[in-house]
């Protein structure tokens, strides 16, 4: 082959090559351009007391999901932390929904909840503004020191039991933030086992009956 034409040759394929990376690069890029940003969902959230069932409503919708699944909602609390977070207390919604709701039951009068929504997708947690919630108005919710019905010893360390109890009760223990810890019967004599509760003030709710506080050391 003469020297010109293989010179000719060459270049046609380098040409070829130039053209068909630069396809390629362009092509690359549009693809990019095309792929959409993940980012945190935008959610927003409410809470509101009901007295009548002494329980805080809660509701949620997710405005934006962030370009992604969300793979978790829910509500976040807590009585004492005005930020809560999942590290708190959480309620996880089983749904598909943008707009979803749960409720907090068995809240305790005179106290303050701070509740958030929260969303969870491929980019992190994302959460709602905070609503805080006062359940002063539950006043016929009686948490009574002086009640008819005693625990004692009071402080206990193991066990617990009661006086003034007539007859078999439901009982359930809560934390001083609302959070269940136990349920079970109880008789005048029997005794309610807490060695499984860290130290702590919990309050003891008898069907149809009071709530009396008691002290686990």
Same mark, same amino acid.
């Given at each position: 082959?003469?020297?010109?034409?293989?010179?000719?040759?060459?270049?046609?394929?380098?040409?070829?090559?130039?053209?068909?990376?630069?396809?390629?690069?362009?092509?690359?890029?549009?693809?990019?351009?095309?792929?959409?940003?993940?980012?945190?969902?935008?959610?927003?959230?409410?809470?509101?007391?009901?007295?009548?069932?002494?329980?805080?409503?809660?509701?949620?919708?997710?405005?934006?999901?962030?370009?992604?699944?969300?793979?978790?909602?829910?509500?976040?609390?807590?009585?004492?932390?005005?930020?809560?977070?999942?590290?708190?207390?959480?309620?996880?919604?089983? #749904?598909?929904?943008? !707009?979803?709701? *749960?409720? =907090?039951?068995?809240?305790?009068?005179? +106290? &303050? /909840?701070?509740?958030?929504?929260?969303?969870?997708?491929?980019?992190?947690?994302?959460?709602?503004?905070?609503?805080?919630?006062?359940?002063?108005?539950?006043?016929?919710?009686?948490?009574?020191?002086?009640?008819?019905?005693?625990?004692?010893?009071?402080? #206990?360390?193991?066990? !617990?039991?009661? *006086?003034? =109890?007539?007859?078999?009760?439901?009982? +359930? &223990? /809560?934390?001083?933030?609302?959070?269940?810890?136990?349920?079970?019967?109880?008789?005048?004599?029997?005794?309610?086992?807490?060695?499984?509760?860290?130290?702590?003030?919990?309050?003891?709710?008898?069907?149809?009956?009071?709530?009396?506080?008691?002290?686990?050391?």
């Amino acid at each position: 082959m003469k020297p010109k034409i293989l010179q000719n040759t060459l270049l046609i394929v380098l040409l070829s090559i130039t053209v068909f990376s630069q396809a390629q690069e362009t092509k690359s890029k549009r693809q990019k351009s095309n792929k959409k940003l993940i980012t945190l969902a935008v959610i927003s959230g409410n809470a509101v007391l009901d007295t009548e069932l002494k329980q805080i409503d809660l509701t949620a919708d997710i405005i934006n999901n962030g370009n992604t699944t969300i793979t978790e909602r829910g509500f976040v609390y807590s009585s004492t932390i005005e930020i809560p977070t999942t590290l708190d207390n959480k309620i996880v919604v089983e #749904s598909d929904d943008y !707009i979803f709701n *749960s409720k =907090l039951e068995n809240v305790i009068p005179n +106290t &303050i /909840y701070y509740v958030r929504s929260y969303a969870i997708n491929a980019s992190g947690i994302a959460y709602g503004n905070v609503s805080s919630i006062e359940t002063s108005s539950l006043a016929d919710i009686k948490i009574d020191l002086k009640a008819r019905i005693k625990t004692y010893p009071n402080p #206990s360390t193991n066990f !617990i039991s009661l *006086s003034g =109890l007539a007859e078999s009760k439901n009982y +359930t &223990i /809560y934390s001083m933030q609302g959070k269940e810890m136990a349920r079970g019967t109880i008789s005048n004599d029997n005794k309610i086992d807490v060695r499984f509760l860290a130290n702590g003030l919990y309050i003891l709710k008898l069907e149809n009956l009071e709530m009396v506080k008691f002290i686990k050391e």
